[in-house]
C-alpha cells in the first residue's frame, strides 16, 4: 500500500497526515480525516466554512463504500452539508497504471458560531460499511473516520466613537464663559459583554478655565449604540490657550480581555476682543500757498 500527503491534506492508506490550520479552507481526503482549527470568532458570528471532501481510498479497479451511520452534532458548530446515511462513495481506475479514473465524492461542510467565550471543541465521526458504531473505534480502521474541531470565541472589540474629538471651545472672549459642550462616547460594538467605564479623569489647564461634570461611576455602555455624555465649561479663561484633558479607564466584563485606555484633549482659548482707540492722525499743513499776479 502506498501513502501520500500533499499540501491539501491528501492521505492514503490511513496514513497520519499533519492537522490542518485555518488558512486552509479546503482538505481532500483519502483516509482518515485531517483534525482542524477555526480562526478565532468575535461571539454572534460565523466563521468561514470548512469544508471535508470524503474521498474514496486508491486501489486498481473498483472500490465503493457506504456511509451506514455519521454523528455531527456539538454547541456551536454548524454542520450546513451532511450526506445522508446510504451515500455511496467510491472510486474507479482505469488502464493498467490506473490513469483514467471517476469518482463519486460527498462533502461535510461545517462552520463555528460561538455564543460564548473561549474555545469550544468537537469529534464528529463516520462508520462506513456496517461497522460497529462505536466512537472509540475512530481512525482506527478503514470504516471509522472522525476528525476533532477546535474554535475559540472572543469578545468583540470596543468600537466607540467619540464626539466631538479633540473638544475645542475656540476663542471665548476674556471675562465671559463659553456655551457648555457636551461630549458623548457611543459603544458601537456588537456586544455581548459591554465594557464597564470604570475611572474618568480629568486634569484641567493650570488656571483651572476648564471643568466638566461626569455621570456616576462605573457606568457602562451598552452595545448597538449605547452612549455615556459629559458636559464640558471653559469659564472666564485668560489669554491664550488654556488646555486640559479628559481620559478613561475600561474594564471589560470578562478578565481574559485587555482593558482600554481612552485619552480626550480639551481646549479653549481667551481672547482680549476689547476695543483699542488710538489718537486719530494728524494733518499737519504749511501756510497758505502764495500766488503771483499784476496789480
Known sequence: MRSLCASAVVCAAFTACAPATSSQQQAVILGPLADYTFPDTVIGSISPPYTYTLQDRSGLGVQMDTITAIHASCPGFMF?????VGTVIS????GSDGSNWTTMNAAITVAFAPTSQGTDTCTFYVVFNNGIDDD???????????????????????VFGES???VD???????????PITYTMTNGGSGP??????SATFVPDVNNVLSWIPPPLPATISHGGGKLAFTLNCTHPVEGPNNGMMSFHFMPQTPDVTPKDYMV???CTGKDTTLQF???????TGPPEQTSGCM
Open 80 to 84: 450546513t452539508t451532511l450526506p445522508p
Open 91 to 94: 472510486i474507479t481506475l482505469g
Open 136 to 158: 472509540s473505534l475512530c481512525n482506527t480502521d478503514a470504516n471509522h473516520l472522525c476528525a476533532n474541531l477546535t474554535g475559540t470565541g472572543i469578545e468583540p472589540p470596543m
Open 164 to 166: 466631538p474629538d479633540p
Open 169 to 179: 471651545f475656540g476663542d471665548v472672549a476674556l471675562g465671559t464663559s463659553a456655551t
Open 193 to 198: 459583554n459591554d465594557p464597564i467605564l470604570e
Open 265 to 267: 484633549m480639551v481646549s
Open 278 to 284: 488710538e489718537p486719530a492722525p494728524v494733518l499737519i
